[in-house]
């Protein structure tokens, strides 16, 4: 029997056991316990070039664990900078990037302003709102009609991709008075906007006329000059 062997006591191993409620909180949990331990490890080292090298041996382990991000720019300075985070920005190496702050983390960003203004006719879009403030704010003129009437247009075309039937003129000249605050008045206007025909009409295709790439085209068996399909009569002479 191997001398060096000792017999190990159940309950001292037991006893020695690390549960996960006991140990270090991972920073980021995707690198796993180990790779944890091995910053942990280096932040420890003493000595500063063996601590720079223990540094970029972890960051060539961290990008092993994701070969499909090696490509991917700026992918290590990515890894640095999850490599000062993971050591709770405890290690003191050379980075070849600026190094983050824990300041600069904590930082949360500015609340964005949704453009949700709730609007009565909401199948028009905030979009046409904002067309129609800008052309509250132009002189009259003909570039003013012209945009106007550009306006009308597009709300007649958000009206009938929403409710997919036709729509008078009138109403929506009454919705731009509306949606303008008595600005923009075309009620009284002769002008005409675009026909809902045109506005729905979409190119439509044949489909028994696009085939794929080598499937043969199916002939019927009508005659191609009177139309007429082709009788077969039933072959009598050879019985008897």
Excluded: C
């Amino acid at each position: 029997m191997n001398s060096k062997y000792q017999k190990e006591i159940a309950n001292d191993v037991v006893h020695h056991l690390e549960y996960n409620a006991e140990r270090s909180h991972l920073i980021i949990p995707e690198y796993g316990r180990h790779l944890q331990k091995l910053i942990e490890q280096a932040t420890a080292i003493e000595d500063a070039e063996e601590r720079n090298k223990a540094a970029k041996y972890i960051i060539q382990v961290m990008g092993s664990l994701n070969p499909h991000l090696r490509d991917v720019l700026d992918f290590q300075h990515k890894l640095w900078d999850q490599l000062f985070i993971m050591s709770d920005f405890k290690l003191d190496v050379e980075s070849p990037y600026p190094i983050p702050s824990r300041e600069v983390l904590q930082l949360k960003p500015d609340v964005l302003q949704y453009p949700q203004n709730f609007p009565k006719y909401r199948y028009y879009g905030n979009n046409i709102k904002y067309m129609i403030d800008v052309a509250n704010k132009w002189e009259d003129g003909d570039m003013k009609n012209a945009l106007v009437k550009v306006i009308a247009n597009h709300m007649k075309k958000s009206y009938l991709s929403w409710n997919k039937d036709t729509v008078k003129d009138d109403v929506i000249f009454e919705h731009l008075f509306e949606l303008s605050d008595g600005k923009l008045n075309m009620i009284q206007s002769t002008e005409e906007l675009i026909s809902t025909t045109d506005l729905l009409r979409t190119n439509k295709r044949i489909s028994n006329k696009i085939l794929p790439v080598g499937q043969p085209k199916i002939q019927s068996n009508k005659n191609t000059k009177t139309g007429k399909s082709k009788t077969y009569t039933k072959n009598n002479n050879n019985q008897k």
